[in-house]
């Protein structure tokens, strides 16, 4: 076995941010995703040092070949199909991020000695949250109780890494943002974010914090745990706030189109995000370093005098995203996600691809 750590998923948001935090504390990374011209570009930009090893993560053999040319000493797996874009591709979404899961455990545990697997999950799992009924926070020992198909993969890609007998570690996450400033957001992002109703709660994390919980969990006394990774109390926000305030942070003041609240005699018509319990996490990773001011005034300060320029523009900017509101021309007052995405994408439930 090497000293490297292995990265699955490293060109994505989480990923990056991991890859450039491990190589700052010196370690030895390997950094795996698909091999295409998107990732072979984001690759260029990878600090000195880095491996770069493409491989295909549903193809069992490549998962062998590239475990045993590598014999990591950790495997940091953020591969995987995120919503909603897991719901366009269900049979996609199950074999990135479900059965490749199952392909790195297996070929994992043919290791002498085996390597330590710290798994990224999410909030998901844990189902719609009716912040009107529901007063605790979400904590390692609240059921999960998956209500859609990312949530439903993330669940079941747990539960291969906790049965299984490699050391493993599981970091639920909550909304991870960045304050990386970019128009290129994809239509399909924008559609679902206006679907989600806006006074649901969800725990906010910089990017940068959820690097430094991977890097720390590769090494830290918490084998055999399932932590929560979101930022500090100032994290706290709901669905609402955020776009807003960091448009608001660019200069973008009202060019985002208010939602719609969610229906408070509902159960069911909420998404899948919640406020987290972080202390063990904080307390055995020590992650939590940006707050949520600390991010705004750093989106401010990347703006710089570009902030002008966008106040101006931001009239026509919120025309053109209430025209890609999910409930443009839509009756009724509450906000319905999941028959906004069903419309879109088809079934978001968990059991469309059994």
Not at 206 to 220: I, K, M, N
Request: include cysteine; proline fraction near 6%; glycine fraction near 8%.
């Amino acid at each position: 076995m090497t000293d490297a750590v292995l990265v699955t998923g490293a060109f994505g948001l989480v990923g990056s941010a991991t890859v450039r935090r491990l190589a700052a504390d010196g370690r030895r990374v390997v950094a795996t995703d698909l091999d295409n011209a998107e990732n072979r570009k984001a690759a260029a930009g990878l600090p000195a040092g880095v491996e770069v090893r493409y491989a295909d993560l549903t193809d069992p053999a490549a998962v062998d070949a590239l475990i045993g040319d590598v014999a990591p000493a950790a495997i940091i797996h953020l591969a995987a199909i995120i919503a909603p874009f897991c719901y366009s591709r269900p049979a996609l979404a199950r074999k990135v991020s479900v059965d490749a899961t199952g392909y790195l455990v297996e070929a994992a545990k043919s290791q002498d000695p085996q390597p330590r697997i710290v798994v990224a999950s999410s909030v998901a799992v844990y189902g719609s949250r009716n912040p009107h009924h529901i007063t605790d926070v979400l904590s390692a020992d609240t059921p999960m109780r998956p209500t859609d198909l990312y949530g439903t993969h993330k669940a079941e890609a747990e539960e291969l890494v906790r049965t299984s007998s490699l050391d493993w570690v599981v970091l639920r996450l909550g909304g991870v943002l960045t304050t990386d400033i970019s128009f290129d957001i994809k239509p399909e992002f924008l559609f679902f974010e206006s679907a989600l109703p806006t006074d649901g709660r969800i725990q906010t994390v910089d990017v940068r914090d959820v690097a430094a919980a991977f890097a720390a969990a590769t090494t830290a006394d918490c084998v055999g745990e399932i932590l929560l990774i979101g930022g500090d109390e100032s994290h706290r926000l709901t669905q609402g706030d955020i776009a807003v305030a960091t448009a608001g942070a660019m200069g973008l003041v009202g060019a985002i189109p208010i939602g719609r609240p969610g229906n408070p005699d509902s159960d069911t018509d909420w998404f899948a995000t919640d406020w987290m319990d972080t202390v063990r996490a904080q307390e055995v990773l020590n992650f939590q370093h940006f707050s949520w001011p600390d991010m705004l005034a750093e989106t401010a300060e990347k703006a710089g005098w570009k902030r002008y320029p966008f106040r101006a523009v931001a009239p026509l900017i919120g025309f053109v995203l209430r025209r890609q509101s999910a409930y443009r021309n839509a009756p009724g007052k509450y906000a319905d996600p999941w028959g906004a995405i069903r419309g879109k994408w088809g079934d978001p439930g968990p059991d469309r691809t059994r």
